[in-house]
């Protein structure tokens, strides 16, 4: 059985807050008693988007060093910026297309998909992506079952307000 831990938004902006957050986070997992087989993190890995953010993030996280314990599987958020994202956490070429990845484990695969737009708080799919995963899952063995990580809820999540609860402040209306 495939165990994932999952931490998303970390929000480093080189400030002595969030990267103390982000270690404090990073040594709870790494000290976890139980195997763990890979940890996802999905987006908003920088606040602003900068080389020197991802830098951080790379460190942090054992990116460069190989200092985890097991993989760190990464996807952007909208904070983050896909050409310093993919040279300073990734140690690749800064392009500006979609970071998407695909890691194959024993009894599962999971798919890291891109679900920024640049420039927007907002998240979608594009064509690439989705070509992507239709050719990565065509790839995958008969009846591999595999996980697809994002940033972004895939679907509108409704936020009802609940029969007959009253909010004193007035929100939602």
Excluded at 22 to 32: K, M, T, V
Excluded at 88 to 113: E, I, K, Q, R, W
Excluded at 122 to 131: F, P
């Amino acid at each position: 059985m495939l165990v994932l831990a999952h931490i998303s938004d970390l929000h480093l902006d080189g400030t002595a807050r969030s990267t103390a957050r982000a270690e404090q986070i990073r040594d709870r997992l790494w000290e976890l008693p139980e195997h763990v087989d890979a940890l996802l993190v999905t987006g908003d890995i920088a606040d602003h988007g900068t080389e020197a953010e991802y830098e951080e993030a790379a460190r942090i996280l054992g990116l460069r060093t190989g200092d985890a314990p097991f993989p760190v599987l990464t996807c952007p958020g909208d904070h983050d910026s896909r050409a310093p994202y993919r040279k300073a956490l990734l140690g690749l070429p800064a392009t500006d297309g979609p970071v998407n990845s695909a890691h194959v484990f024993d009894d599962a695969a999971v798919l890291m998909c891109d679900s920024s737009v640049p420039g927007s708080d907002e998240g979608a799919l594009d064509d690439e992506t989705y070509d992507w995963i239709d050719e990565t899952l065509d790839e995958l063995d008969d009846g591999m079952p595999a996980l697809l990580a994002l940033h972004h809820p895939p679907c509108t999540i409704p936020c009802p307000t609940p029969t007959g609860w009253r909010n004193p402040a007035g929100w939602p209306p």
